[in-house]
């Protein structure tokens, strides 16, 4: 089975730096994706990591450690819109196509 | 190009009725999987297709099931809705089993 643990809030300022850490178990893993989820619509997907290192789009970047069943994702320059949910989710390789996702993070991004 | 696309938008039904929730998936993605999330969880995996197959299960009861069809739409049946149904039920297609998946805007279904 996978099981799959971040915080369930955290608050920041505009124009700053935040990190969301997310810590996995897993039987089989196959790459680890975050997704951005705003109240009342759906995930949209920000970022996807296999390999062990660190992956960066624009203000968004993630890190995965395989051996340390760790990931993070970090958001750069802040803004009020980024203010959502963020979900940590696993793909399992032994029920392929089967993504576990963590309860999700609620970022508050504050003036 | 569209992106995925999911109907209806919401569901109301009475409890013990039965519901079908239709997918269509981005042009081109062949695989196309189903979730279930309860206000305040992240989405729980209910089914996934690929070329037309049940390619993975999660722990839903025998009153949910699923199909797709040869244009890669599919449909997610549950029977016998019970009160714990309401949810909003996501579709996410990808190009093929193992690659990201977009989401659609999802079925907020309410049983009463």
């Known amino acids: 089975g996978q099981n799959i643990d971040q915080p369930t809030e955290m608050t920041a300022t505009e124009g700053a730096i935040v990190q969301i850490n997310c810590t996995y178990q897993t039987s089989g893993f196959n790459g680890l994706f975050w997704y951005q989820q705003h109240a009342g619509e759906a995930p949209t997907f920000l970022s996807y990591?296999?390999?062990?290192g660190l992956e960066e789009k624009g203000r968004f970047s993630s890190f995965l450690s395989r051996s340390k069943g760790y990931s993070y994702l970090l958001l750069k320059e802040l803004q009020m819109k980024d203010s959502a949910s963020y979900l940590c989710?696993?793909?399992?390789?032994?029920?392929?196509?089967?993504?576990?996702f963590g309860d999700g993070t609620t970022l508050t991004v504050k003036p | 190009d569209a992106g995925v696309t999911q109907s209806p938008t919401h569901l109301i039904k009475t409890r013990g009725q039965q519901v079908t929730l239709r997918c269509s998936p981005i042009s081109g993605h062949k695989s196309v999987s189903w979730y279930q999330q309860v206000l305040g969880q992240g989405p729980q995996f209910i089914f996934q297709y690929y070329e037309k197959e049940e390619r993975g299960r999660g722990n839903f009861p025998d009153r949910f099931s699923a199909r797709q069809f040869p244009n890669y739409s599919s449909e997610l049946n549950v029977n016998a809705l019970l009160l714990g149904d309401s949810a909003l039920y996501l579709c996410?297609?990808?190009?093929?089993?193992?690659?990201?998946?977009?989401f659609g805007q999802g079925t907020r279904l309410t049983v009463v």
């Open positions: 996410a297609s990808s190009f093929v089993r193992d690659t990201e998946a977009f």
């Open positions: 990591n296999v390999l062990d």
């Open positions: 989710a696993v793909r399992d390789r032994t029920n392929a196509g089967k993504s576990t």
